[in-house]
């Protein structure tokens, strides 16, 4: 069993990160969901810059597994996604309503909703800094900006959970251990 995939074409220094916190990760290509080869996973994430041609070839992929990403989340498990960083995206693989405005700042957040989630950032008293936010939310708005714009949405699906985020920096380690406690092992 695998605690979390990362849903990428090549290697990240992300991956350090799951190292360093004692949480088995496994990069996969978007070719690979599905098939009776994948071990199950408590979370599925997709790194910051996945809609973004200069970083990745995923999307097709992505958008290709609308089905089996669903199913992976309605079973129990964990979908955590960062931003698109493009200028503008809407989510037709999601089974929740969610656009991305690309806007890079640093600033600090607001917590609007009470979520064991929000420990993805250590310090949400400090700036963090982010790529973007999102409109027309379906889910729970956890963090805002200083202007009201939405950077972390939690939405609860069957057993699992969607996390969407434009916060750009790494997780911290409680978030990744919480994920991995909250979310049920099943097969993507």
Same mark, same amino acid.
């Given at each position: 069993?695998?605690?979390?995939?990362?849903? @990428?074409?090549? %290697? /990240?220094?992300?991956?350090?990160?799951?190292?360093?916190?004692? =949480?088995?990760?496994?990069? =996969?290509?978007?070719?690979?969901?599905? *098939?009776?080869?994948?071990?199950?996973? #408590?979370?599925?994430?997709?790194?910051?810059?996945? %809609?973004? *041609?200069?970083?990745?070839?995923?999307?097709?992929?992505?958008?290709?597994?609308?089905? #089996?990403?669903?199913?992976?989340?309605? #079973?129990?498990?964990?979908?955590?996604?960062?931003?698109?960083?493009?200028?503008?995206?809407?989510?037709? @693989?999601?089974?929740?309503?969610?656009?991305?405005?690309?806007?890079?700042?640093? %600033?600090?957040?607001?917590?609007?909703?009470?979520?064991?989630?929000?420990? /993805?950032?250590?310090?949400?008293? *400090?700036?963090?800094?982010?790529?973007?936010?999102?409109?027309?939310?379906?889910?729970?708005?956890?963090?805002?900006?200083?202007?009201?714009?939405?950077?972390?949405?939690?939405?609860?699906?069957?057993?699992?959970?969607?996390?969407?985020? *434009? =916060?750009?920096?790494?997780?911290?380690?409680?978030?990744?251990? @919480?994920?991995?406690?909250?979310?049920?092992?099943?097969? =993507?």
């Amino acid at each position: 069993m695998t605690d979390v995939m990362l849903l @990428w074409d090549n %290697a /990240l220094l992300f991956e350090k990160l799951f190292l360093e916190h004692g =949480i088995k990760c496994q990069r =996969i290509a978007p070719e690979n969901l599905g *098939t009776p080869f994948l071990p199950p996973s #408590k979370c599925l994430m997709i790194p910051t810059g996945f %809609a973004n *041609t200069d970083y990745t070839k995923v999307l097709n992929g992505i958008e290709r597994s609308k089905k #089996k990403l669903e199913r992976f989340v309605e #079973k129990g498990g964990v979908l955590v996604i960062f931003g698109p960083m493009i200028s503008e995206y809407e989510y037709p @693989w999601l089974p929740m309503k969610l656009r991305y405005v690309q806007k890079q700042m640093s %600033a600090n957040i607001c917590i609007t909703k009470e979520h064991s989630a929000r420990c /993805l950032v250590e310090n949400p008293e *400090t700036e963090v800094e982010f790529d973007g936010y999102f409109t027309d939310t379906e889910g729970d708005v956890i963090f805002r900006d200083e202007d009201g714009n939405a950077l972390m949405v939690v939405k609860k699906f069957g057993e699992g959970m969607i996390i969407a985020t *434009t =916060i750009h920096e790494f997780p911290s380690g409680d978030f990744l251990k @919480w994920v991995v406690e909250t979310a049920r092992s099943t097969k =993507i």
